[in-house]
């Protein structure tokens, strides 16, 4: 079975903390991605990365930074964290030959 | 950018009820995901189509690829509660990446 794992489960951060979201698999897979998921808003894609120092932004990359320094590890960075950001955020993985998706447990972000 | 439209948003049943949901799309996809989310946790991959027409069946769930490749359909016979969660259609739009619909909400009375 693929297995995504992430850091946390549950962060509680203040306004203006750098934060680090650790996302690892354990598969091989040459693609990764980062999304954040609200009410109403659904999935949307913050930053990808389709092999190791590669990154491409995703649809809202603005206040995220990522980093691919090993194929199994993708890392979301917050510069500097905002209310705004509260949210859930899902890492997942898939190979380059199919287009499937593999997620993570999630990590639930809130920023006081 | 691309638009899945997911449908319906919410579904109340009871528990041995049969489910259909579907999600449409104006352009042509070569690929439809299925998925399920539980509370507090990520999207699990139920089915993943590639052809058109393909029928595909993961236990109790049947999932098709529409003919015009815009569309896909989720069947769920006889739900059961454990069925409680949110299922998304998925489908690669470029490269890599897919896109989301908005979810399907299912509730099962038991």
């Known amino acids: 079975d693929v297995k995504v794992t992430q850091s946390s489960r549950y962060l509680v951060k203040r306004t203006g903390e750098k934060v680090f979201l650790e996302c690892v698999q354990d598969?091989?897979?040459?693609?990764m991605f980062w999304y954040r998921q609200d009410p109403g808003l659904g999935l949307r894609l913050i930053y990808f990365?389709?092999?190791?120092?590669?990154?491409e932004k995703g649809d809202i990359p603005e206040g995220y930074s990522v980093s691919r320094e090993k194929k199994e590890r993708f890392s979301l960075i917050l510069e500097s964290a905002s209310t705004n950001q509260t949210s859930m955020y899902l890492c997942?993985?898939?190979?380059?030959?199919?287009?499937?998706?593999?997620f993570g447990p999630g990590t639930r972000l809130t920023v006081t | 950018g691309q638009q899945l439209n997911q449908s319906p948003q919410s579904m109340f049943i009871q528990e041995g009820e049969d489910v259909s949901m579907n999600c449409t799309s104006s352009?042509?996809?070569?690929?439809w995901l299925w998925y399920k989310q539980d509370p507090g946790e990520g999207p699990v991959l139920l089915i993943a189509?590639?052809?058109?027409?393909e029928l595909t069946s993961n236990g109790r769930l049947t999932a098709q690829f529409g003919i015009t490749r815009k569309d896909s359909f989720l069947n769920i016979s006889a739900s059961i509660p454990s069925d409680v969660g949110i299922y998304f259609c998925?489908?690669?739009?470029?490269?890599?990446?897919?896109?989301f619909g908005e979810g399907t909400q299912l509730t099962v009375n038991p």
């Open positions: 598969m091989d897979h040459e693609n």
């Open positions: 990365s389709y092999d190791v120092k590669m990154k």
């Open positions: 352009s042509i996809f070569n690929t």
């Open positions: 998925a489908t690669r739009t470029s490269g890599s990446r897919l896109t």
């Open positions: 189509l590639y052809k058109a027409g």
């Open positions: 997942a993985s898939g190979r380059g030959s199919t287009y499937e998706q593999y």
